[in-house]
């Protein structure tokens, strides 16, 4: 199966910038899409930002002109270039990967990583 490893969160000030990096690893037969969804205190998890084997790119609209997705899919690797950055940024962010998987299509998810945006 894959592995997914986040890196780069942080604590930031409003107006600060970070780099959040996630690589993967593992066999999967393809990939349909990469991505990152963030999970605030007691909210939802919410998709950030989605890149498609394609180059599709999409973005939630709370972020859009702020973040920019980036992502090498056939080395299972996606960055996540966050300016700008507001208190109401801060949530643990996750990568995903969706890929077929022994024929079935499969979601897998990292382990998150903290990134808090102090006013």
């Known amino acids: 199966q894959v592995q997914l490893v986040e890196s780069g969160g942080g604590l930031v000030q409003s107006g600060g910038s970070l780099r959040l990096s996630c690589a993967g690893s593992?066999?999967?037969?393809?990939?349909?899409?990469m991505g990152w969804y963030r999970q605030g205190a007691e909210k939802q998890r919410e998709l950030v930002a989605s890149v498609t084997r394609g180059g599709s790119v999409e973005y939630a609209d709370s972020v859009k002109g702020r973040f920019i997705i980036s992502g090498d899919l056939s080395k299972k690797s996606v960055d996540l270039q966050m300016n700008a950055l507001k208190p109401e940024d801060t949530a643990v962010y996750y990568c995903?990967?969706?890929?077929?998987?022994?024929?079935?299509?499969?979601?897998?998810w990292g382990q998150g990583t903290q990134v808090t945006v102090s006013s």
């Open positions: 995903i990967l969706v890929g077929e998987y022994w024929r079935q299509t499969r979601n897998f």
């Open positions: 593992g066999f999967i037969a393809s990939i349909n899409e």
